[in-house]
């Protein structure tokens, strides 16, 4: 072995002992980002808050320690929120861990900022998933709230008066 091969190997032995002894911040995306219109019989619905939220229970309810944002809507309805992402955590952490009764994410509506209704919700027998898209909501409040798959993306079902569209998919 020539002396340059074995400095090679030696640069390459020490980068691959401080590459795993150095930890790396993982983060992943826990709610896509929602850009939507709330409406009411077809006109736009201004002041209405906006929350999305990584872990909503089977009722709409945010779990303790969820992560949440807010926007209100403009005078045309629109609005945007999300992505939210996450450090990576262990995988036995009971507070953040997905069952049965609880769903990776969600949309909530509120007109006095108080007291919030789902707009929409993943379905808890699906557990649910974060699409890695940008998402479209269209929200109208005088529809009743019925079960629907987010469109562009089969395996996401949820319920609410929000319909919700994978926009544009982002790059990986």
């Not at 077809?42 to 808050?49: D, E, T, Y």
């Not at 229970?57 to 992560?67: I, L, Y």
Request: proline fraction near 6%.
């Amino acid at each position: 072995m020539t002396s340059s091969s074995r400095i090679l190997l030696c640069v390459l032995a020490a980068a691959g002992v401080v590459g795993c002894s150095v930890p790396i911040k993982h983060r992943y995306l826990i709610a896509p980002q929602i850009s939507g219109t709330v409406t009411r019989a077809g006109q736009p619905v201004q002041g209405m808050h906006m929350q999305l939220v990584d872990v909503l229970n089977a009722s709409g309810e945010p779990q303790p320690g969820a992560q949440t944002q807010e926007a209100v809507t403009d005078a045309q309805g629109h609005f945007t929120l999300g992505p939210i992402k996450q450090q990576a955590r262990r995988i036995d952490n009971p507070l953040f861990k997905v069952d049965q009764h609880t769903v990776p994410w969600g949309l909530r509506m509120s007109q006095d900022g108080q007291t919030w209704n789902v707009g929409w919700v993943s379905d808890p027998d699906m557990l649910g998933e974060v699409p890695n898209a940008v998402v479209t909501a269209q929200c109208d409040l005088a529809a009743d709230s019925k079960s629907s798959v987010i469109e562009g993306d089969i395996a996401v079902v949820g319920i609410g008066p929000c319909k919700l569209k994978v926009a544009v998919a982002s790059k990986k």
